[in-house]
């Protein structure tokens, strides 16, 4: 086994995965990471599932990089001959009230994303399981849908072994450098050397450098419902049911089909309180149960007595405004950071992948949304 390299990565999450996979096919000598393994259970990419969606508002950005993703995920797909993506569709629930729906259809379009805008009557006729009282509005994207998480970045990391990734399960430790970094150290006392470090660690990165990142990257806790639905009830699986958002909810509540039999999956994006990634408690709070079922009786009364078959606490890697950090460390020629995925990173991977590559390479200029200068300290929510 070699100990110098030309990258390594250490995280073996979504965008670790798609970095190294981008850098291996363009022919480098690259090491993967990896402390608890791929998509382990603490990791932000290790759910079941994860929603691809193009809509981002009036954000053309966000909306361009998840169009083409997902075509770089079918193709992935295809290739490992997995299901795992399922076209679902993804439809957008607004009482009208919000500019950010108001933009989704028009940029959508301009993108040339098929999508359908939905009359009030037509989403009680069509969705009659659901009753969305405030809602006004639906904005259906017809081509989006689900992407099978954990499954997908074990896959790619499996890809990236047979095309001659190094991939070791071992922590890194926190790297000691000035202006030039050498090698990093494991906690098991094993010296690795590299001409480029990347350090793709999710959730874990306020840890390794908390000097610069603390604060600027806050984990948060989020907790993830699976519901049993009637027994051979098909109105919770798709094509009956899209992937939906209930976008203007004061909770943001969301919903996946049944997928995989794991049961219907539910959840509120908001940012729940600050979470530690290796020690956190993965057990649901009571208090949010009663606020499942509230909602569950308002908007879902088939399945307001619905047993709880499953739960997951996961954690978004916020940054101050929900843009992802993609930036070199201040002072560093050889050392990047790419996390704050922020609750919806996990649809970009392919291009984040893409874009790392090209940028370590110095074939592209920096986006300046992702660079470190415009993260501050403290939270906001910015990019859905
Ligand atoms: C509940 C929930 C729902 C979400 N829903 C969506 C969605 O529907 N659509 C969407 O696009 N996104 C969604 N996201 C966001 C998305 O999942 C994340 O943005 C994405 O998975 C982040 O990936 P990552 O590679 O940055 O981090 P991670 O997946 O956390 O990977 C980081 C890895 O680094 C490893 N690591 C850490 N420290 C070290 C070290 N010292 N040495 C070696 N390895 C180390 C960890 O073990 C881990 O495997 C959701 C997130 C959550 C929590």
């Known amino acids: ?81 997995r299901e795992l993506f399922h076209k679902t569709g993804f439809l957008w629930l607004s009482d009208d009230s919000d500019p950010y ?98 350090f793709t660690s999710g959730p874990w990165l306020p840890k390794l450098f908390p000097d610069l990142l603390a604060n600027r990257l806050r984990p948060t806790r989020q907790e993830v419902f699976f519901l049993g639905v009637p027994p051979g009830d098909d109105s919770f699986r798709s094509p009956r049911m899209p992937v939906w958002l209930h976008h203007t909810h004061p909770k943001r509540p969301y919903a996946l089909p049944d997928i995989a039999n794991r049961g219907f999956k539910i959840a509120f994006d908001r940012h729940g309180p600050e979470f530690d990634p290796d020690d956190g408690s993965r057990v649901v709070a009571p208090g949010t149960i009663d606020e499942l079922r509230a909602y569950l009786r308002e908007s879902i009364p088939a399945l307001k007595n619905a047993p709880i078959v499953e739960t997951r606490v996961c954690q978004y890697e916020n940054t101050s405004n929900g843009d992802f950090l993609i930036d070199r460390y201040p002072g560093f020629e050889n050392l990047w ?48």
């Open 101 to 198: 729906t108001g933009r989704i259809f028009d940029v959508l379009t301009h993108n040339g994303i098929p999508c359908r805008e939905l009359s009030a009557p037509e989403i009680r006729q069509t969705y009659a399981q659901f009753s969305f009282s405030d809602i006004q509005r639906g904005i259906l994207e017809t081509e989006s849908g689900v992407l099978m998480a954990r499954e997908a970045v074990q896959a790619l990391v499996k890809e990236a072994i047979e095309s001659g990734v190094e991939y070791r399960q071992v922590s890194a430790l926190p790297p000691l450098a000035d202006r030039q970094l050498k090698e990093i150290e494991t906690t098991a006392g094993e010296r690795l050397s590299a001409a480029v470090f990347i």
């Open 1 to 81: 086994m070699r100990k110098s390299y030309d990258f390594i990565i250490v995280g073996a999450g979504v965008f670790g995965a798609w970095t190294t996979l981008c850098l291996r096919q363009s022919g480098f000598a690259v090491a993967l990471l990896d402390a608890y393994g791929a998509a382990n259970g603490r990791a932000s990419s290790g759910g079941e599932t994860r929603v691809a969606r193009t809509g981002y508002g009036p954000d053309e950005l966000y909306t361009r990089w998840a169009a083409r993703s997902l075509v770089l995920w079918k193709e992935f797909a295809d290739r490992r001959k």
């Open 337 to 384: 950071l790419v996390g704050g995925g922020s609750g919806h990173g996990f649809k970009h991977g392919p291009m984040v992948g893409e874009y790392v590559r090209d940028l370590v390479l110095g074939k592209i200029s920096a986006v300046a949304r992702f660079s470190l200068a415009t993260k501050e300290i403290g939270p906001m929510r910015a990019v859905f």
